[in-house]
C-alpha cells in the first residue's frame, strides 16, 4: 500500500506500526549502525507507481528505512512525500544492474551509480533481517 505520508496523521501511523511495526528505538538502532538507507536515485518503477514521481525531467529520489516486521520505501515527488509500506512476506529484492525491489504487483528499480555503491551495506544488512524473518515465519515462497 502506498500512503501520503507528507504531514503527520495518526491514522497512517497505526496502520503502518500495525502492517510493519514500531519503528527501531534509538539504541537498537546505534546497535544495528542505522536502520535507513541514503538517497537513491530511481532508475524504473511499475506502472501503477508512475504517479508517485515527478513528471518532469527531474530526477526522482527513493530511501528505505527498516522496520521489525518490513520496510517503508519513501518516495520524493516535488514537496510530497509518499510512503511504499512493504511487509517481508511480500518483498522480493533482485540484484540486477542496481537493485530492484517487487512487492504487492508494483516494483521499483535504483539506478547503479555510486548512491548504490554508498547503500552496499544497507543491502546486506536489509537481505540478513529479510532472511531472519523467513526462519522465524517460514511461508511457501521460503521453503
Not at 14 to 24: A, S
Not at 66 to 83: A, M
Not at 95 to 115: E, L
Amino acid at each position: 500500500m502506498v500512503l501520503e505520508t507528507t504531514y503527520t496523521n495518526k491514522d497512517n501511523k497505526k496502520l503502518i506500526d500495525d502492517t510493519v511495526g514500531k519503528p527501531f528505538s534509538f539504541f537498537q538502532s546505534l546497535k544495528m549502525k542505522g536502520i535507513g538507507s541514503k538517497r537513491m536515485i530511481i532508475d524504473e518503477v511499475s506502472p501503477n507507481l508512475v504517479k508517485y514521481l515527478n513528471r518532469v525531467s527531474d530526477v526522482s529520489y527513493s530511501n528505505i528505512e527498516l522496520r521489525p516486521r518490513g520496510i517503508l520505501v519513501g518516495i520524493t515527488k516535488g514537496l510530497q512525500r509518499f510512503t511504499w509500506v512493504i511487509p517481508y512476506y511480500q518483498f522480493y529484492m533482485y540484484k540486477t544492474n542496481g537493485v530492484s525491489i517487487h512487492a504487492q504487483g508494483r516494483f521499483i528499480h535504483y539506478k547503479n551509480n555510486i548512491t548504490h555503491k554508498e547503500n552496499t551495506s544497507f543491502f546486506a544488512k536489509l537481505t540478513r533481517l529479510k532472511v531472519e524473518y523467513d526462519q522465524q515465519y517460514p511461508h511457501v515462497d521460503s521453503i
